[in-house]
T-cell receptor, first 114, second 114 residues
Framework: QQQVKQSPQSLIVQKGGISIINCAYE??????FPWYQQFPGKGPALLIA?????SEKKEGRFTISFNKSAKQFSLHIMDSQPGDSATYFC?????????????FGQGTTLQVKP | KAGVTQTPRYLIKTRGQQVTLSCSPI?????VSWYQQTPGQGLQFLFE???????NKGNFPGRFSGRQFSNSRSEMNVSTLELGDSALYLC?????????????FGNGTRLTVT
């Protein structure tokens, strides 16, 4: 009930292509879904987040798509650039519980080839 | 504004010893959370503090403990170290858990237990 499953584990995309990372959750009480980006030697940094009242949220080249009935959400990186090469983590929590506790997916290592 | 500061950056300890890690949150942030990151288990929540009180605790043995001081700075302690405690320990701060403000992570303390 507490798991967040993320796929793929690794991803190689050509520069200019679209990177897609998928996550699925089990606990229907989750209602806050952030994505974090982590570069080697650095801590994760918040990229974009969504709540279930919308099906899509876009910030620049990054878009989250959310499917409440399927309990799935995904990150799309449009026009992927070599600087996007990093590890991406999806996460989930209960917004209403006012907590910093996040349940993270296992992570996806993205490599964007020039 | 300075980010989340964690000290030390690297630590090597021997099995059976204890260790204390330190975290200084972003100025004005009053909530601090700790996470353990390993290749096998990913990012796992350890505990969360707000106003010097532990609000949440993850599924870790009692050897893992923490505290928060009146200036919001936090420390975590691991006693009787085991080889499996080798990990990157990440601290994250947020303004106030009551508004579920985004977590800002530090760059972590890399603990190696030999």
């Amino acid at each position: 009930q507490q798991q967040v499953k993320q796929s793929p584990q690794s991803l190689i995309v050509q520069k200019g292509g679209i990177s897609i990372i998928n996550c699925a959750y089990e606990n229907t009480a989750f209602d806050y879904f952030p994505w974090y980006q982590q570069f080697p030697g650095k801590g994760p940094a918040l990229l974009i987040a969504i709540r279930p009242d919308v099906s899509e949220k876009k910030e620049g080249r990054f878009t989250i798509s959310f499917n409440k009935s399927a309990k799935q959400f995904s990150l799309h990186i449009m026009d992927s650039q070599p600087g996007d090469s990093a590890t991406y983590f999806c996460a989930a929590s209960r917004y209403s519980s006012n907590t910093g506790k996040l349940i993270f997916g296992q992570g996806t290592t993205l490599q964007v080839k020039p | 504004k300075a980010g989340v500061t964690q000290t030390p950056r690297y630590l090597i300890k021997t099995r059976g010893q204890q260790v204390t890690l330190s975290c200084s949150p972003i100025s004005g942030h009053r909530s601090v959370s700790w996470y353990q990151q390993t290749p096998g288990q990913g990012l796992q929540f350890l505990f969360e503090y707000f106003s010097e009180t532990q609000r949440n605790k993850g599924n870790f043995p009692g050897r893992f403990s923490g505290r928060q001081f009146s200036n919001s700075r936090s420390e975590m302690n691991v006693s009787t170290l085991e080889l499996g405690d080798s990990a990157l320990y990440l601290c994250a701060s947020s303004l106030d858990p009551t508004v579920n403000s985004p977590l800002h992570f530090g760059n972590g303390t890399r603990l190696t237990v030999t």
